[in-house]
């Protein structure tokens, strides 16, 4: 801050000048005693400089509403969401999330330090604060093929830039356990330019944890159950609260806050799809998932505001205080979390549900990204899973709503010496597909759960190496679903009696769409419907499910391009399990 825009603060604040605004007759949410508060609350700059009695250039009645702090996501992958950051922070911003902590890890993984930077131009001057969080595995495991490598050397001039936060999810924890010189040098980077280490701790049991923590790593957003929560904290980290569009871990999380140990606690999304974002909300759904299950509101809104801001650094955010900046809301209740305004450095942007700010035209993606689906012309023989009758096989058995999945030995439906799928028993055959390089890779499994009857689904978002990604009843279906990715140069497509029903193309990288939110949300919209021609009735989203399954660094068993892989042993594993007598 300078010395005028100093002296200008103070003035305010001591009452001998007006302020820019001053909002009045408004209830205001205290994040650090965790009370409701009454007075004038007064800004400059876009900042606050009191709360009493003030008067100011320009007045906004909050006619009894609340004036909360604005909303912090933890932890997201913007591209998750299908769009753009701009496209992204209309939508957010709409719900009350006025800062992001992102991690570029999907696009990174697919076009590397270009995807990065792309991610940093677009997310350049919004109304929605965007900080990067760096990826620390790309590829997220040497047991699969992205599109890019980087490497320490490769992520440290990313720290010059001032949205730049830290090292993202460090998600092989073989590496830090074996002391992978990349790996320590992508963390001791990070410690060197004073940055904030995001871990990924799936699965990890109390020592893991102990060697996580020496490792500098400070958060944890894996968490599944309220012991795994409370083992994190105990040992000094911050737990995010995921409530994505896949993994829902709130409810089994919350139980483990209390009033003693709350500010340890924080919330995020992670991955959560456009139309999720757009039905349900962002962060503010989890504050109402987290008050409709016990948690009094001013804690839940403190875990969303000001915890979040302490855990990443953001001194001059998450309260309503002087010299914190006027990013705020207008609630109307607390039991509902109903916004009625949103405000980024005391200017309104969002009313009633929508976004009325302003965001310039971003430029053109660079051509590169949007020719990323590099795959040869698959024949139906490649798809062939070989079996003898008896076999037995590895299956993957997806958990509905959950990331993680379980490892099955079952037996199935060989004929003329190879696997055919079986919709009656609910046994799919899945493929990943290497598209960035022409390997002609391609891993082959079966997967039990996905409850698609009929045709077959296909994707180019497939965390976390974003190979395409398909899943059917038969060769023909899943072979026109392959073609149809390929042609779009990215996105989703649902096939039925080799007739494509439905698309979303996402041709920035495979991952984003290069439209308006609103536009794409229809398709999406559109996509979820034509579901039901597959018989499909499950309570789940197929598409969102599929693209973990190639995830190698979840329990318990997943498929990348160079076959099945074994989360316990960390290694890749046949499909045949064994031959019954």
């Excluded at 900042?47 to 906004?60: D, P, Q, S, V």
Aim: overall charge negative; charged content about 25%; some cysteine.
């Amino acid at each position: 801050m300078d010395q005028d825009s100093l002296k200008r603060r103070i003035d305010v604040s001591t009452k001998k000048v007006p302020a820019d605004i001053v909002i009045k007759n408004g209830k205001i949410i205290d994040v650090f005693n965790l009370e409701i508060i009454s007075g004038d609350v007064a800004i400059v700059d876009g900042y606050f400089a009191g709360i009493g009695e003030y008067e100011g250039h320009e007045t906004i009645d909050a006619d009894g509403r609340f004036i909360c702090p604005a909303f912090i996501d933890g932890h997201v992958h913007i591209e998750s969401s299908m769009i753009t950051p701009a496209e992204f922070s209309k939508v957010l911003l709409a719900h009350g999330v006025t800062t992001v902590i992102t991690d570029p890890h999907e696009i990174g993984n697919v076009s590397g330090n270009e995807g990065i930077t792309f991610m940093l131009n677009q997310s350049e001057g919004l109304p929605l604060d965007v900080r990067v969080m760096l990826p620390s595995s790309v590829p997220a495991t040497p047991f699969e093929n992205a599109g890019a490598v980087l490497s320490a050397q490769d992520l440290e001039p990313f720290y010059k830039h001032p949205r730049v936060k830290g090292l993202a999810e460090v998600m092989d924890y073989p590496a830090v356990f074996n002391g992978d010189n990349d790996m320590i040098k992508k963390i001791a980077t990070a410690a060197k330019h004073h940055a904030i280490i995001d871990g990924h701790a799936a699965g990890l049991d109390a020592n893991g944890i102990n060697i996580y923590r020496s490792a500098l790593i400070t958060t944890d957003h894996e968490c599944t159950t309220a012991e795994e929560a409370l083992d994190r904290i105990r040992r000094g980290m911050y737990v995010l609260i995921r409530e994505g569009s896949v993994a829902k871990d709130l409810k089994s999380l919350i139980k483990a806050v209390t009033p003693v140990n709350a500010r340890r606690f924080l919330f995020c999304t992670d991955d959560k799809h456009l139309d999720d974002l757009v039905d349900e909300g962002s962060v503010d759904h989890n504050i109402r998932l987290a008050i409709a299950e016990g948690l009094s509101p001013l804690q839940a809104i403190q875990m969303a505001t000001l915890n979040a801001a302490e855990c990443y650094g953001f001194h001059e955010k998450g309260a309503i205080s002087p010299g914190f900046k006027a990013d705020f809301l207008l609630l109307d209740d607390l039991e509902t979390i109903a916004i009625s305004e949103v405000f980024t450095a005391g200017v309104s942007v969002a009313a009633n549900g929508k976004f009325t700010g302003h965001t310039e035209v971003p430029s053109s993606p660079p051509e590169h990204l949007m020719q990323s689906v590099n795959i040869h012309d698959i024949k139906g023989d490649e798809l062939s899973i070989k079996l003898e009758k008896g076999n037995q096989v590895h299956v993957i058995e997806l958990i509905p709503n959950q990331l993680v999945t379980k490892k099955k030995i079952l037996p199935v439906k060989v004929e003329n010496g190879e696997f055919v799928p079986s919709p009656e028993e609910d046994l799919l055959k899945m493929a990943v597909i290497e598209r960035h390089r022409q390997t002609g890779n391609i891993g082959l499994g079966v997967v039990k759960g996905l409850l698609i009857k009929k045709g077959a689904i296909a994707s180019t978002v497939a965390h976390d190496s974003h190979n395409l990604v398909v899943a059917g009843t038969n060769n023909d279906d899943i072979l026109t679903a392959i073609e149809a990715i390929k042609k779009l140069q990215g996105g989703y497509v649902i096939v039925k009696d080799g007739s494509i029903l439905a698309t979303v193309p996402l041709p920035i990288s495979g991952l984003m769409a290069d439209r308006p939110f609103e536009k794409v949300n229809e398709e999406i919209i559109t996509l979820k419907d034509k579901l039901k021609e597959l018989d499909f009735k499950g309570n789940f989203d197929p598409f969102l499910t599929l693209s973990f399954l190639t995830l190698p660094v979840i329990p318990e068993i997943k498929l990348t391009d160079l076959g099945l892989f074994d989360f316990k042993t960390f290694q890749h594993i046949p499909i045949t399990a064994s031959t019954l007598l």
